[in-house]
C-alpha cells in the first residue's frame, strides 16, 4: 500500500506547472499537508541553493527550511524570504524548468513525510553555509556536518 501511494503522490507531483511569479507554481491547491506556495517556496529554494549538491544536498537544505519555520511557527515562504536569509532572494528570481521543478518537487514530498530519508545526524538542522565562507553566526551554533559544498549546524 505504501509503494501505491508514493507512485500516486509522485504522479501528483508531476502534474505541476512552474508558472508563478516564483517561475514555478502548481495545479494543486493543497499536497498531503503542504499547501501550493508552501511547496514552490521549499523547491525555489533548494533548487537556488543547492542545486549542485545532489540529492541529500538539496533535502538538507529543505531540512533547514523545515525546522526553522517549525521553531518560529512561521510559514515555509516567510522563511524562505526573510530578510538576509538566503543569497538567491536580494537578485531577479530565476525560473526553476518544469523538469527540475517536479524532481524537486517530489524529493521534498518524500522529505516532508518521512524525514528518515536523509541522515540522522541532521535531523535538527537549522543553518548552513558554504564551506567557503565562515559566518560570524557559525561560531553560535552546534556543528552537525559537512555535506559537499555546504556545512551544517544547529542552534545550541
Not at 529554494?45 to 538539496?58: K, M
Not at 529543505?62 to 511557527?73: L, P, Y
Not at 524570504?81 to 527540475?100: A, H, N
Not at 553566526?137 to 559537512?146: A, E, F, P
Amino acid at each position: 500500500m505504501k509503494y501505491f501511494l508514493t507512485v500516486f503522490m509522485f504522479l501528483l507531483c508531476t502534474s505541476f506547472l512552474p508558472t508563478s511569479e516564483l517561475g514555478i507554481n502548481s495545479d494543486l491547491p493543497y499536497v498531503k499537508g503542504i499547501a501550493k506556495e508552501e511547496l514552490d517556496c521549499l523547491v525555489i529554494n533548494a533548487y537556488h541553493e543547492a542545486r549542485g549538491e545532489g540529492r541529500i544536498g538539496r533535502l538538507l537544505v529543505t531540512q533547514v527550511v523545515i525546522n526553522r519555520a517549525e521553531i518560529a511557527s512561521k510559514s515555509f515562504c516567510e522563511i524562505v524570504f526573510q530578510p538576509k536569509q538566503f543569497s538567491w532572494t536580494l537578485g531577479k528570481i530565476k525560473k526553476v524548468p518544469e523538469e527540475v521543478y517536479h524532481n524537486l518537487a517530489f524529493e521534498i514530498y518524500e522529505l516532508y513525510n518521512n524525514k528518515s530519508i536523509i541522515p540522522i545526524d541532521f535531523y535538527d538542522v537549522t543553518h548552513f553555509h558554504e564551506v567557503k565562507v565562515n559566518p560570524y553566526w557559525s561560531k553560535k551554533l552546534v556543528k552537525i556536518g559537512t555535506h559537499n559544498q555546504h556545512v551544517f549546524y544547529k542552534g545550541n
